[in-house]
Every structure is written in C-alpha cells, then in structure tokens.
C-alpha cells in the first residue's frame, strides 16, 4: 500500500540527504530499499504507534460487543432516525477514527487527485457497514484493515533490515596520526595520505593500504564472506571491516565516499529505484482495477434491485462484500516483497543487486558471456619460461620487460613485479610509456623504443613468425607476451593462470540450467583453448579487442536474445553495459565495470553465478506463485461473496488480510 509522502516526510528526505552518516531513508517515501515503516513509526508518540493504536481498538471492540450483550441501553429517536445500542455505536464510531482516521483522510486525498486506490475502498465499506446498521462489523473492517497494512509494512520491513543494518556498519571515527600525535576526527575528514591507527577488535574507518603491522580482517560487510582474512604490510583493507587481531596502522588511500563501502550504500540505494517489469505492470494494473470494482459494485448493488426487484438492503451489503474482497492489497504486496527479499538475500551473500529488473531479467538468461583473466581464472598470472631470441639473455629479457610493465596496472604486470622482486630485479628508467588497448605496450629505455604485448602489436617484423613458430610448442595453452624493439624480437615470455575454485561445477550447474556458456578472451588461441576445454565450455572467441567482444556480443544477442556478461577489467565494461544483465567481479574488478554492470560479486567467487541464478528463478517463481494465488482467491472469494456466501466480516479475514499473510509470508521464503 502506497504512502503518501508529506512535509515532515520531504524534510527527513533532506536531511539523510545532506548527513551521509545517517542514510536511513525515511519510509513513507517508499522509494530506497533500506528501512522501513517501522523505523519511521519509531519516531511517532506512542498512542500514533500503530500497534498500540489497534490494541487499543480492539479492547473498545470487546468493550463494545460486552456493553451490547450485557447491558440494556435505550433506544434514540431523531425523527426518521432510530439507534439502537447507541453507547455500542459510539464506540465502534470511535474505533473507526481513532485507528481509520489516516486511512479516510488519504482515500480521500487520493479521490480528489485523481487516483482511487485502496484506502478510498475500505472508506466506502466502512461508512456502508453503519448505515445498513453493520457497526461492529465496520469497526472490524478498520482495525482488520490496519492489521493487514501493518503486516504488509512489516514484510518490508523484515525483507529491508539487513540492508538497514549495512548502513551502520561503518564507524564515524578514526584515529589519525600526524605528527607523532594520535587525533580523533571524523571520517568524512580523512584525506589520502594519512596515516589512521586501528586497535585489535576496532572497525577499520576507511579504505587503505597496511604500513605496519599484521592482522586477520573480517570483511563480511563488503565481501559476505564471515571467515578472517589474514593481512600484511602492503596488502589492502575495506572500511567497515573489523581488525580481529594485530594493532595496524593504515595508509589512507580513498576518500570517505570513495570507499568500497560508500558505493555498495549507493549501489543499493540505486536498486531501489528500479523495479521488476512485472512489478510495474502489476502497479499499473492496480490503478485501473480499482476504479473498475467500484463500478461493478455499484452495478451489484442496482441491477438486482431494478430488473429483478430483489432488496436494494441485501445486495447493497454484497456490494460491499464484494469492495472489501477485490482490495488488490495481497496482489499489490507480492511482487516488492519479493524483489526485496531477493536484493537482501543477495546481499547477505556478497552480491549487490542494483535493481529488480536485473532478477527478472537473470531469471530468462540463455546465455552468459565470460571474461577470461580474473574472471574464470584467478587473473594472477605466473612466469612459467622465457625463450630469448637473437642472442640476447634471459636476464636481459626479464629486466626490459619487468621495467615496462611497472607502469601498467594489467594482472600480467603483477606477474612481472611479483617475479622481479623476487629476484631483486631493478627496474630502468622509462620514459614515454604507452598503453595500445587489447595489443600491449610501448615505451623507451635508454633511447630505444621496445614493444611488449600480442603478436599484433609486431606485424611490422619479418623475424616474428619464425619466432612465434619456434616457441609455440613450448608456449602452448599459455599467455605469452612478446619484446622487441623497432627491428627485431627480443625474446618471448610465457604465464600461465589457474582456474577459479569451484570454475568447472559452476560451469557444469550453468549447463545443467540449460544455459550456453561463452568465453570472450583477447588472449591468444592456444591459452583460450585450454581454459575452454578444462571447463567444457560451449564456446570461445579469442584475440579480441574491447570493440571485438561488444560486437560478438550484439550478434549473439540476436540468436540467444538474453544474455548476462561476466567480467572485470576496464576492457569488459562495454559488454556490461550492453548485455541484458551485466555482472562485474567486485573488490577485484575495475572501477568502471563496476559501475556498468548490474550486478556486483563483492567476492572473486565465480560460484556466486550460480547462487543468482537460483535466486533469480526461485524469486520469479515466488511472484508468479502469489500473483496466481492473489487472483485464484479473490474470484472466488468475489463469486461467493456476490452469491451470498460470505459476510463482511469474513471478507476482511481470509479475502484481505487472511491472502495478504498468505503472499507475504510465501515472498519472505526467499529469504
């Protein structure tokens, strides 16, 4: 049931606006899932708690039905008026305004906007209930009513708490040292560069890198993943992460709405305000049917009456029967509980969602596009072998290509540093470096210019294909990267990765779903084909540049139609933005295929593949389960209400709360 939002509400919007620290988004705007009316009833004089409200209603209720069966009361004539049980009417009158009050005042808002909407129906029933001498049964309806909405607010409620809780995680304080000097200061007023102190059992304020000290980190908040982390001098830490063990003292690295942190809030913040297309469809088709089952009402209530001469009293009373049962409450309901639930089953498991149209959307996938590096691999390459070419030593090889890829921030570069260092390799002076997308890199050493990267990148050397020829034996199944200068090939390296734990069984699970698995790799042939064929893969394009892989995935989107697209690096976020859902490797990945893709692993865990698509087609099921049985029930119910076989009373109990439970508590299984 949709709130409307008023000042207080607009005023509350502005401030979690401008105070980042308090983003708990106020609930009657019903446009972020992060709290609910809960929260926000929190705020409210206890008597305008809606659980004391109709705890209180329901004792006047009893009150009322005991003073009409145990007490003589006198009967009040107003000229054609007569009340009976006139102290048991007043008391039912003042259930309704005590608990309906609001309910009424926003039916008729709505009415006079143009928008009939459900509250506006409940009114109708109510005020009919009295004036066919139904008072107890009006009262009923009202408090039935509000429980029904407060169950709805509350499934929210439960399926948005551990998002709410996301926003807390995060400490409002560091200890900065400058100086020599210790200084608490606020997060937001972290700069890069200084140098923050975290205590064992302290949560870390803010993205870094560790300059002294070793630890465990648990890094549930961002990754999902509750197991400790063991961190060293140089290895990143994530704000709102916990220090378990060691003192360490942390090099500032991003600013406060930098942090890996900031835009997971942002992320989700982002997947409120996009909804399902069945839940969209599901709200436009509430706006018409409401207005369409006052008219059949009012058809009920007269048709009889006039052509058949039946009492204008009995069918009236159907009428509103029929008013209460068609209240699109449950149907409405389904859908959004069950998106949310999803988002925040997703992000209980490291995945942020950015929207309920991506569940959807995952749900109908035939087929899904992987990178390669860092994606299906670990992306952490290792020197296996260098081949030298020309004369030129092995040492010679590794010391030019070491000195180039220093400046690049490829996963072959981390090969490269991770192999010089260990051998205590010096880089050389580089002057002019230059990336060339999806070939390799360029750059002068001592006034000569070398080459390191794919065979493209050297079509203008006669020497490479004997050179290729030569090594490719060796080499095969492997990433090699080539050096030369303007002339001639200095030598070829070759790396090797390994594939992600659990690759092959969620391979194999993706299969066994009836979907085609494709890999999309600028890698050369060989290397792709062994990855291929380890994971049994049902396809691989090789050598491909960033407009390459956009341009295999436009034309395989005219043969599958859905596809999803699995990557990380800068190279993939083409292909992110383009497919029907893009889904980015989180803390690993770059920043711009985060923010193109749709759905965000927070941990470099290929398996997590497989959890969405089991959650994406459980939580379709789920909403079409409760769209069947919201309107399988309410025609019979409406058929049986209009036949005479339900009363009032009944209608609210099992047509309004009684399927609103239902739906409810089926969406909440997702969880």
């Known amino acids: 049931m949709k709130k409307q939002k008023n ?56 009150l009322a039905v005991g003073l009409e069966h145990l007490i003589s009361q006198p009967v009040l004539s107003f000229g054609f008026v007569t009340i009976e049980n006139p102290f048991t009417i007043f008391i039912f009158l003042t259930i309704v305004i005590f608990v309906g009050f609001d309910i009424i005042c926003n039916g008729f808002k709505l009415l006079l906007q143009g928008n009939l909407q459900i509250e506006f129906l409940m009114t109708i029933a109510t005020v009919g209930a009295f004036l066919i001498g139904e008072g107890l049964e009006g009262a009923s309806l009202v408090l039935l009513f509000s429980l029904a909405e407060y169950i709805e607010d509350f499934a929210l409620d439960k399926s948005k708490k551990s998002l709410s809780e996301l926003i807390n995680l995060n400490p409002e304080k560091g200890v900065v040292k400058r100086n020599g000097k210790e200084f608490e200061v ?12 975290v205590k064992p059992g302290d949560k870390i304020p803010i993205d870094g890198v560790i300059l002294n000290g070793t630890t465990s980190v648990n890094q549930a908040s961002i990754t999902g993943e509750s197991l400790a982390v063991s961190k060293m001098i140089g290895n990143e ?10 003192y360490i003292e942390i090099e ?57 001469h039946q009492p204008l009293i009995d ?35 490291g995945i942020i969602i950015k929207g309920g149209e991506y569940i959807e959307e995952l749900s109908r996938i035939k087929a899904i596009l992987f990178d390669k590096t860092g994606t299906l691999t670990e992306g952490k390459l290792n020197i296996l072998n260098v081949f030298s070419n020309n004369g030129y030593s092995e040492d010679e090889i590794v010391k030019i290509a070491y000195s180039i890829e220093s400046k690049s921030k490829h996963p072959i570069a981390e090969a490269f540093q991770g192999y010089g260092e260990s051998r205590n390799i010096k880089s050389l ?35 490479l294909k004997n050179v290729i020829d030569s090594s490719s034996d060796r080499n095969k ?26 690759g092959e069984k969620t391979i194999k699970y993706i299969k066994d779903s009836n979907i085609d698995t494709i890999m999309l790799t600028g890698d050369n042939e060989s290397a792709a084909e062994l990855v291929a064929n380890q994971l049994s893969l049902n396809k691989y394009y090789y050598n491909l540049l960033p407009e390459d892989k956009l341009n295999i995935l436009e034309d395989l989107s005219e043969k599958y139609h859905d596809i999803a697209m699995v990557g990380d690096g800068v190279n993939d976020a083409p292909s992110l933005a383009r497919a029907n859902v893009g889904i980015a490797m989180g803390t690993s990945g770059a920043d711009v295929a985060i923010e193109a893709a749709d759905i965000v692993l927070m941990q470099d865990n290929i398996s997590k593949v497989s959890f969405l698509l089991k959650l994406a087609k459980k939580t379709m099921k789920i ?23 339900i009363t009032l009373l009944e209608a609210v109990i099992i047509g309004d709360m009684g399927v609103t439970l239902i739906v409810v508590g089926n969406a909440l299984r997702i969880r």
């Open 623 to 645: 909403v079409k389960q409760n769209v069947v049985i919201s309107i399988v029930m309410k025609l019979t119910l409406i058929i049986l209400g209009i036949l005479g076989y």
């Open 186 to 197: 606020r997060v937001e007023e972290l700069n890069i560069g200084d140098v923050v102190i």
């Open 252 to 308: 500032v690295t991003k600013t406060f709405k930098n942090t890996i942190f900031s835009k997971i809030v942002d992320l989700i913040k982002e997947s409120g305000e996009k909804k399902a297309r069945v839940d969209i469809f599901i709200n436009k088709f509430a706006r018409y049917y409401t207005p369409t089952m006052v008219l059949i009402a009012i058809f009920v209530t007269i048709l009889p009456s006039v052509f058949f």
């Open 315 to 349: 069918w009236f009373k159907r009428s509103l029967i029929l008013l209460v049962i068609s209240c699109p409450c449950a149907l409405v309901i389904s859908t959004p509980v069950s998106i949310v639930s999803a988002i925040t089953s997703g992000t209980k498991n």
């Open 477 to 502: 199944g492997k990433t090699s990267v080539i050096l030369g200068n303007e002339s001639e090939i200095l030598g070829v390296i070759s790396l090797n990765d390994k594939i992600r734990v659990d």
């Open 429 to 463: 002076k580089v002057d002019n470096f230059q990336s060339i997308a999806g070939k390799g890199l360029k750059a002068d050493i001592d006034g000569q210019s070398y080459y390191l990267g794919k065979k493209e990148l050297f079509d203008y050397n006669k020497d």
């Open 7 to 62: 000042n207080s509400c607009s005023r509350e919007c502005n401030e979690n606006e401008n105070n980042y620290k308090k983003v708990k988004e106020c609930s009657c705007c019903n446009n972020v899932a992060l709290s609910g009316n809960l929260d926000h009833d929190e705020h409210k004089h206890y008597f305008e708690h809606p659980l004391t409200k109709m705890a209180i209603g329901w004792v006047l209720l009893a």
């Open 237 to 246: 830490v994530y704000g709102s992460t916990i220090n378990e063990e060691g």
